[in-house]
C-alpha cells in the first residue's frame, strides 16, 4: 500500500527486482491506495529467497521505494512446469475473411479456457500489443476483442496476428493467423517491372537452449532468412520485445540473459526490399 500528498498515480511490485503487477490511481492526494498480485512459488528454484519491493509513483513523476522489504524462501518448487499447460487459445476475426482493403477496420476476438486461472489475454498485430484483458486467476474462461485499423499498416502485406495467455505466470501463444491487406486500387496492376513481383521468402529461428536453459543462463537466438527480392530487415523477439535488428542480412543473432523465468518465447520477423513481411511465430522454451 502508499499514499502521497502530492496524489498517489502508480504502485509498481517487484519480486527479485522483476515487475511482477501494477496498479494505477487518479492522483488523489493523501489517500491510502493498495495493490496486490499473485506469486507462485513454482516460478522460483527450491531453496532459494524471493525479495518483495514496492515503488510509489506520485502526480509529478516522483518516486519512493518501500524499505521493509520482505523475503521468502521457496522451500519446493512444485509440480514440474510443463504440468500446467492446460490452456487452449483461438483467434478468430470479424468479419469473417482474410483479406482486407487497407482503409478498413475488422474485429480480432481471442478466446482462451484454463481452469486453473487466466490472469490476462493480450492480442498482437504485426507483434505490437494492441490491447490487454485482465482476467483476474479465479476465471477460467475469457475473451477479449480489439478492432484493428488497415490504414495503421501501409508497408505491410501479410498483417499476422496472434494472441497471448499468461495462467499463474505461464505463458501460451496462439497459432498466427495472417491477414492480407490490398489497396483499394489493387485491381490495377501499376508493376511494369516483372522482376519486382513478391516471391515469398522463408525465415527461420532457433536457440542454443531449446531442448532446455537453467536458471541463470545466458541463451543465443539465431534467424536466418532468404528472400529473392532482398532482405531489408530481421528482427528477433524474446519474451514480445524486440531485441535485434539487422539490416541488409541474411542472418541475425542476439545473445540475452540471465534468464530465470520458468518459461520464455522468442519469434522472428523479416521484412522484404518491397516491404513484405514474414513472421514465423513464437516458439517456447522451458527452465530445466
Known amino acids: 500500500s502508499g499514499s502521497s500528498g502530492n496524489g498517489l498515480r502508480q504502485l509498481d511490485l517487484y519480486a527479485n527486482d522483476n515487475l511482477v503487477g501494477t496498479c494505477t490511481y487518479s492522483d488523489i492526494a493523501n489517500s491510502t491506495q493498495s495493490c496486490s498480485r499473485s506469486i507462485y512459488g513454482s516460478n522460483y528454484s527450491q531453496g532459494t529467497y524471493v525479495t518483495l519491493k514496492s515503488k510509489a509513483t506520485d502526480r509529478y513523476g516522483y518516486t519512493v521505494w518501500s524499505t521493509n522489504n520482505p523475503q521468502l524462501y521457496i522451500t519446493s518448487n512444485g509440480s514440474n512446469n ?29 478466446d482462451a479456457t484454463d481452469y486453473d486461472g487466466i490472469q490476462t489475454i493480450e492480442i498482437y498485430a504485426n507483434n505490437s500489443l494492441l490491447r490487454t484483458c485482465t482476467m483476474g486467476p479465479a476465471i477460467g474462461v ?14 505491410v502485406n501479410s498483417l499476422p496476428l496472434q494472441a497471448k495467455v499468461t495462467s ?8 498466427t493467423q495472417y491477414i492480407q491487406l490490398t489497396d483499394s486500387n489493387s485491381n490495377t496492376n501499376t508493376n511494369t517491372n516483372p522482376t519486382q513481383s513478391d516471391v515469398k521468402g522463408t525465415l527461420t529461428i532457433s536457440s542454443d537452449a531449446d531442448n532446455g536453459y537453467t536458471s541463470g543462463q545466458n541463451i543465443t537466438f539465431t534467424a536466418n532468412g532468404t528472400d529473392d527480392n532482398g532482405i531489408e530487415r530481421i528482427e528477433v523477439y524474446v519474451n514480445a520485445d524486440l531485441v535485434k535488428t539487422c539490416y541488409g542480412a541474411t542472418t541475425c543473432s542476439y545473445t540475452g540473459g540471465p534468464y530465470t ?26 527452465k530445466k
Request: hydrophobic fraction near 20%; charge should be positive; aromatic fraction near 14%.
Open 142 to 155: 475469457g475473451t477479449c476483442s480489439t478492432n484493428v485499423n488497415t490504414s495503421n499498416y501501409s508497408g
Open 82 to 110: 510443463n504440468s500446467n499447460y492446460n490452456t487452449t487459445v483461438t483467434l478468430s476475426v470479424s468479419p469473417n475473411q482474410t483479406s482486407f482493403q487497407r482503409n478498413q477496420t475488422f474485429t480480432v476476438t481471442a
Open 168 to 175: 499463474q505466470g505461464y505463458v501460451t501463444w496462439s497459432n
Open 261 to 286: 523465468y520458468n518459461s520464455l518465447t522468442y519469434g522472428a520477423k523479416m521484412t522484404d526490399t518491397l516491404g513484405n513481411s514474414i513472421w514465423n511465430g513464437y516458439k517456447t522454451i522451458y
